[in-house]
């Protein structure tokens, strides 16, 4: 079966430091793999994705994302973390291989960050 | 930009009322997508569907209905609203094709309270 785990509830981390993220996943095929944020009171943005290519993705804010295909991870990662940056984050996971109009995501349950001044 | 509107930020409803939530997308996306999100518990997917009235159970269908008339138009239905219901309600959309393809774009949300 398939499914998302986003080890920690929450990360704490102060203004300036590195920060990562942590998504682990399991699917049966290739995955494409997504990184969204959420303000509060808000809907959900896309930060980035990985479907094919380069293991390493960058995209919006800064943020960055590996692709280990071997530890089944896909980690979000920002070189320096700013007070800006705390909100809840989700990872989320489709197969590949998904068939016909299966178009659904596969969604961990958030990992809320607190950017500390 | 591809724009996803819901129809209100905030609903007060009473028990037993039937509930409409409507969602908008501008971009021609091909799939649209009902989320409920409660807090511990993520985005659990209520209904999808994948092309003008179509329509596919998600992973919590029970008490909501669906309709899709329009390619742009997503509609979420309480049939009964019950206090259990009381929700952050999320609609998206997303395309088959293009750059874009896969990735679900959000409205901002309806936060719905039900007495």
């Known amino acids: 079966a398939q499914s998302v785990a986003q080890p920690e509830d929450q990360v704490n981390v102060a203004e300036g430091n590195p920060l990562t993220v942590k998504c682990t996943y399991s699917?049966?095929?290739?995955?494409?793999l997504f990184w969204y944020v959420q303000y509060p009171n808000r809907g959900l943005q896309f930060l980035l994705k990985y479907i094919t290519g380069d293991n390493l993705v960058k995209g919006s804010y800064g943020f960055e994302a590996e692709f280990n295909k071997s530890q089944t991870s896909f980690h979000l990662k920002k070189p320096s973390a700013l007070v800006s940056d705390s909100a809840l984050y989700f990872c989320?996971?489709?197969?590949?291989?998904?068939?016909?109009?299966?178009?659904?995501?596969?969604w961990g349950l958030g990992t809320s960050l607190a950017v500390n001044p | 930009d591809v724009k996803v509107t819901q129809s209100s930020r905030y609903l007060v409803k009473r028990t037993g009322e039937k509930v409409f939530l409507e969602c908008v997308q501008d971009?021609?996306?091909?799939?649209m997508f009902w989320y409920r999100q409660d807090p511990g518990l993520g985005l659990r997917l209520i209904y999808f569907s994948y092309d003008v009235k179509m329509k596919e159970k998600g992973d919590i269908p029970e008490g909501y209905s669906v309709s899709r008339e329009k390619k742009e138009r997503f509609s979420l239905i309480l049939e009964s609203a019950s206090t259990n219901q009381t929700s952050m309600y999320l609609c998206?959309?997303?395309?088959?094709?293009?750059?874009?393809?896969?990735?679900?774009?959000f409205g901002p949300g309806t936060r719905l309270l039900v007495l």
């Open positions: 998206a959309s997303s395309s088959y094709s293009g750059r874009s393809r896969e990735t679900q774009y």
């Open positions: 971009m021609d996306h091909e799939n």
């Open positions: 989320a996971v489709r197969d590949a291989g998904g068939a016909g109009n299966n178009r659904k995501l596969i």
């Open positions: 699917v049966s095929g290739n995955p494409y």
